[in-house]
């Protein structure tokens, strides 16, 4: 036997992984009200709506779900292969993708059951755990384009989004607990807060060296709460403005961060 050839995992945590992806989908299914339970926008008495509070995105962004479950169903099967099953690198995955994806259905059913303060624990739980995941993916070398587009591309987008959905769950959370925001202005407060989620996106660009995919998703996030902010129930230009720009900053610093780590890496290789 050859001593250097890689280890091959077996099929217990790889089919754990497969079980958790099925159960994420099958979450989202029931937050979406398909398979009977409330839609997450009236569940939880309706905080988690486009216009519960000046930093809810518009319904339009939750379509970026769609993109993210695709995602991970896909790695749950592709990392199930032979090749997958010998990657060092996805065997330090593994336990952090299970821990998401569970993570993930756990959030919507405390949602469905109306807690709502427990959802902001476990989301903010959910955003440490991907921002693990994103550590390891810039540790260990995508392996070709499949890897690259499946993992980074689908992990990158999940980390993006749950960045601002954290950002939008403890608006809820605060605005449920009639927190007045000290008596300063909410656009002034709203500003502030994704000023912060800028300044996260910029500094995830940076220690990811340029992932454009975590930049993507932040940036659909924040364009579409200067859309709900500009046309809906809750209107505020100053808040819609601040939005923009944040999601401006995001991207235009993926880029740089980007250009700049390109002369450290392999030109071919995507990330």
Not at 77 to 100: K, M
Not at 102 to 114: E, K, P, S
Request: aromatic letters at 8%; hydrophobic letters at 60%; proline letters at 4%.
């Amino acid at each position: 036997m050859d001593a250097t050839a890689p280890r091959t995992t077996g099929l217990a945590i790889p089919l754990l992984v497969l079980v958790s992806g099925i159960v994420a989908t099958a979450g989202a299914f029931l937050g979406s009200g398909v398979l009977g339970g409330t839609p997450i926008a009236e569940a939880a008495g309706g905080w988690l709506n486009e216009d519960s509070t000046p930093l809810a995105p518009a319904s339009g962004a939750f379509r970026i779900w769609s993109v993210i479950y695709l995602g991970l169903l896909a790695y749950s099967i592709w990392q199930l292969l032979p090749a997958q099953r010998r990657s060092d690198r996805q065997r330090l995955l593994r336990p952090w993708a299970v821990a998401a994806m569970l993570l993930n259905a756990a959030w919507i059913w405390v949602v469905q059951f109306g807690w709502l303060n427990l959802s902001l624990v476990v989301i903010v739980a959910l955003l440490a755990v991907l921002g693990r995941i994103l550590m390891l993916l810039v540790r260990t070398a995508s392996e070709g384009r499949a890897d690259a587009l499946i993992t980074d591309g689908t992990f990158g987008l999940y980390l993006g989004w749950v960045t601002i959905a954290a950002v939008a769950n403890t608006s809820a959370v605060l605005g449920a607990r009639g927190f007045d925001g000290f008596g300063l202005p909410v656009t002034l407060l709203s500003s502030v807060v994704l000023a912060v989620a800028a300044i996260i996106g910029v500094a995830t660009a940076w220690r990811s060296g340029g992932k454009i995919a975590p930049a993507l998703a932040l940036a659909w996030g924040l364009a579409w709460i200067t859309v709900g902010r500009l046309d809906g129930g809750l209107e505020s230009t100053g808040t819609a403005v601040a939005a923009g720009v944040a999601a401006a900053v995001v991207l235009i610093a993926a880029v740089v961060f980007r250009v700049v780590a390109t002369p450290r890496v392999d030109r071919g290789r995507l990330r």
